[in-house]
């Protein structure tokens, strides 16, 4: 991970950059909409729970999280280490997972949609068949039965109805601070994408984000940003520096987990 990171960095044209060029203000504030995002995703989880947590316990459990995914390989770090320690909260191990499960497929069933939404306006840009779009959305449909299963198994009528609501309520506000994340970052860098362009290159990122391959997805999330850029139109010397950006401005957040 941190040899495909180093070279990613090294296409960086450090030697005809104008560091002054960047907006650093928009750097510093992309890391705002991730600690939304942080908080969101946790408040997300809460709701799944018999016992909720305050929202001091929770905003010192979501960071403690953001820490672990930086250090282990999918994300799984955080997600087990969340289980572990909320497990006293529904008196059974394999219900708290199977809620951390729930939840992480609520949040890749929105970003999934988002991504699908997004995609006929990168359609006219690249060559990509029409099967992209409806294996997009079989994915879909197969993750919104198995939500709708999952949450039966804990509730049922309004209560489902209200579950599955407020999930993707907050999964909204997931994705929409993401999005506005990345937007800084690009804009910081002076690129200017639209917000189904955008959409697009988060549901690369998060997909490359699952892949259990490298520590915190390191050099992968990074590549995959170059790839999703590229596809549109930007050199690689400039998409190289968001990566770079965009992998520092993350680490912000799970150092105060650390």
Request: proline share 3%; net charge positive.
């Amino acid at each position: 991970g941190i040899s495909c990171f180093v070279y990613i960095a090294l296409k960086v044209d450090f030697q005809r950059l104008d560091f002054f060029s960047v907006n650093w203000i928009y750097v510093a504030l992309s890391i705002l909409p991730l600690i939304f995002f942080i908080i969101f995703q946790g408040v997300r989880f809460n709701s799944l729970l018999v016992s909720p947590l305050k929202f001091m316990e929770l905003l010192f459990l979501q960071f403690k999280m953001q820490f672990f995914n930086l250090v282990f390989p999918g994300g799984i770090g955080g997600d087990a280490y969340r289980v572990f320690v909320l497990k006293h909260a529904e008196k059974s191990l394999t219900s708290v997972t199977n809620k951390s499960v729930l939840d992480r497929s609520s949040g890749l069933l929105f970003n999934t949609i988002m991504f699908v939404w997004g995609l006929p306006s990168v359609l006219t840009k690249i060559e990509m068949k029409d099967g992209m779009l409806t294996a997009s959305w079989s994915v879909v449909a197969v993750c919104l039965v198995f939500i709708v299963i999952a949450l039966s198994r804990y509730w049922r009528g309004l209560e489902l109805l209200k579950k599955g609501v407020s999930l993707l309520f907050f999964s909204f506000l997931c994705w929409a601070m993401q999005v506005c994340r990345l937007w800084l970052l690009c804009r910081a860098i002076g690129l200017d994408f639209s917000v189904q362009e955008l959409s697009f290159i988060f549901g690369i990122l998060q997909l490359a984000g699952l892949l259990p391959i490298t520590v915190g997805g390191l050099g992968v999330i990074e590549g995959v940003f170059v790839f999703a850029t590229g596809l549109l139109g930007v050199a690689s010397p400039l998409a190289a520096l968001g990566a770079v950006l965009m992998r520092v401005t993350t680490i912000v957040p799970g150092f105060f987990g650390f």
